[in-house]
């Protein structure tokens, strides 16, 4: 392997990652890296190929290029894999006809870095009973119970796909309160995907933003604070914001506010107020056209 | 391990005990209750029709009290208490057959869900993200087809027949007679249970094709693996049979249905690989030549559950084909679990 150093240093690697169904392109030839110790998101509007991604990374689907997770193909070596990534689908993923103790005991019977203390210290904390099945759970139980199982695997990668699909705000705050305070150190990475970017912006180092099978913007968040401002213009400078290529404008209390890609501030202050826009702004811009 | 991260890796012999024991916790209504409410309908069975025939006897007003099975017994030659307990042999055998009955079925169709209800619930993402291979996936569900579930049902059959002597003795002291003696023969009811045991590792051989194909229809089915399991190999049996295809290589139309259909079917029910034993008792049966069981022999159970005939099996080109193909479309099925995660409804 020629770039040997990347693919150590980093938790996924991948080059040219393409995926087709029939003749719909999933994923185009996408390259990315993701480093140890971050917390990315990956964000795209739906069937702009998120979950492709993420199976690919997880060894659930067939992939043209070149993709390693943790120095392993996750073709070929899907088993080794699990023992160091962790995986929380959509809420709902867990058997209905499972009991949460017998949940406990299995993953600890199969998971060799599982450990069933903390476990039960997590569960403990929630109102889920060991004898319950997961029929008998609320939805934001059964993402409960999916944590508190992932979350006593000492695991290097973590890949959420819509972990809180569904899950009221309650359980969004605590889901993500968990993983920051009581999972996430600088040897963990996470991956995460979700529609409710403006809920785990402010936990994400790296972004990545993805549209029909190509990446966007796949920066760190200091980068995209530096790259993207937002500005509130007048009425009397809105031609001149124009001119600059703004990506996007909206009006908003009889102003507009321009968002810039990568011009430069002085410039951008001297057409009014500057603002670091929201990712969720940053996002409906750059997917302008997605579903039109 | 090349995987320089792990330090500790899993034990497989542990693993696969945690998978069979996932396979119970899901099916233990079919495993577990299934043989067992069988096995005590026909307990039911047998009390009720007791208590009917004690009700008729006392209208009509027979007397059955005064029967002495003891003295009986006693004047038995040896070759008459064979006898006797070769008939309580196969009477028992009898009595089992809901209780194989409903094996056969909870296992037909535990393995056409095996490989798909968890895709379609999706909790296939949940069991894909533990380390834990397809293959060894595939092969608990194997095991827990043909060695979990035909132990519980065996063990359902030794509690049946034990609870069907239970009441025939309370029945029979009711009436003042002693059947100790001949029911409760320890060495034909032992030797019948060891017996059947030892069916299991040949029933499991001989049931590869079916079990390979259940399981290939549902890793490989989109939506209704029922349907592929069963459809696939009829509309195929009625193409070649109108298209008169076998003919043209002089084999007989019947060939695919018995060999193919059949095998691939209905390979689950126990004892199915016992017509290769030859001149026996049961090819007698079913040619329809000699129904006259050989009683007089009391060596019934001796004859289908004989040495002989489990030897025959396993040296007959028939089971061993079966072997082979069985494991072709097991290898297919695990191929086809790596691939496939959703289903389309």
């Known amino acids: ?292 | 391990m090349n995987t320089p991260t792990t330090t500790k890796n899993s034990n497989p012999v542990q693993t696969f005990f945690w998978l069979l024991k996932r396979e119970y916790w899901e099916h233990r209504g079919g495993f577990f209750w299934g043989p067992l409410i069988a096995g005590g309908v026909v307990i039911a069975i047998t009390v009720l029709s007791l208590v009917i025939a004690e009700a008729t006897a006392a209208r009509h007003g027979v007397n059955l009290n005064g029967m002495n099975l003891d003295t009986i017994s006693h004047n038995m030659t040896p070759d008459q208490i064979a006898t006797f307990n070769a008939g309580l042999t196969v009477g028992l055998m009898g009595l089992s057959l809901p209780i194989m009955v409903t094996l056969c079925f909870v296992v037909f169709f535990y393995l056409l869900g095996a490989l798909y209800d968890d895709r379609r619930d999706r909790s296939v993402l949940f069991w894909k993200s533990l380390p834990v291979s397809d293959l060894d996936t595939v092969l608990s569900k194997i095991a827990a087809a043909v060695f979990v579930a035909p132990l519980f049902a065996i063990a359902a059959v030794i509690a049946l027949q034990l609870a069907f002597l239970v009441v025939i003795t309370v029945w029979t002291s009711l009436h003042g007679i002693n059947p100790l003696p001949l029911l409760w023969n320890p060495a034909p009811l032992l030797s019948m249970w060891v017996k059947l045991l030892l069916l299991i590792p040949i029933n499991a051989l001989w049931a590869l094709p079916t079990v390979g194909w259940l399981l290939l229809c549902s890793a490989f089915a989109r939506s209704k693996p029922f349907l592929w399991a069963v459809a696939v190999p009829v509309a195929l049996g009625v193409i070649i049979g109108f298209s008169h295809l076998l003919q043209q290589f002089s084999i007989p139309g019947t060939w695919y249905w018995r060999n193919i259909v059949g095998r691939i079917l209905f390979s689950l029910i126990p004892g199915g690989w016992l017509g290769i034993g030859g001149s026996g008792s049961l090819s007698a049966l079913t040619t329809g030549d000699n129904v006259n069981f050989p009683f007089n022999k009391a060596d019934f159970i001796e004859s289908i559950l004989g040495w002989d005939r489990m030897f025959a099996a396993l040296t007959s080109a028939d089971l061993w084909i079966g072997v082979a193909a069985g494991t072709g479309l097991i290898v297919a099925a695990i191929y086809f679990r790596r691939q496939r995660i959703e289903t389309s409804v």
């Open chain 1, 1 to 292: 392997m020629n770039d040997a150093s990347a693919i150590t240093t980093n938790i996924v690697h991948a080059r040219g990652l393409t995926k087709r169904y029939g003749t719909a392109v999933a994923l185009d030839h996408v390259d990315f890296d993701i480093a140890a110790g971050r917390i990315v998101g990956l964000i795209g509007p739906n069937g702009a190929g998120k979950t492709t991604a993420l199976k690919a990374i997880l060894g659930l689907a067939e992939f043209e290029g070149q993709l390693s997770v943790l120095g392993l193909d996750p073709r070929t070596h899907r088993t080794e894999l699990m023992q160091q990534v962790c995986f929380i689908a959509d809420v709902a993923v867990l058997p209905r006809w499972l009991r949460v103790a017998d949940a406990v005991d299995f993953v600890a019977g199969v998971h060799p870095r599982f450990s069933r203390e903390k476990c039960l210290a997590f569960l403990a904390r929630t109102k889920i009973q060991s004898k319950q099945r997961v029929r008998e759970l609320s939805k934001g139980m059964i993402v409960q119970l999916h944590l508190a199982l992932v979350m006593a695997i000492d695991a290097k990668l973590l890949v959420l796909d819509e972990p809180t699909l569904g899950l009221d705000i309650l359980y969004r705050k605590e889901f993500y309160q968990s993983l920051l305070n009581d999972y996430f150190d600088e040897e963990k990475t996470i991956l995460v995907t979700t529609h409710q970017v403006e809920e785990i912006e402010h936990i994400l180092t790296d972004l990545i933003f993805i549209k029909e099978g190509r990446l966007i913007v796949n920066a760190s968040m200091d980068d995209i604070a530096e790259r993207y401002t937002e500005v509130m213009v007048g009425v009397d400078k809105v031609e001149a914001a124009r001119a600059l290529n703004p990506l996007n404008e909206r009006g908003i209390f009889g102003k507009t506010v321009f968002l810039f890609d990568g011009v430069d501030r002085k410039r951008l202050a001297e057409l009014g107020e500057l603002h670091k826009p929201s990712v969720a702004d940053l996002f409906v811009a750059t997917m302008k056209g997605t579903y039109a």
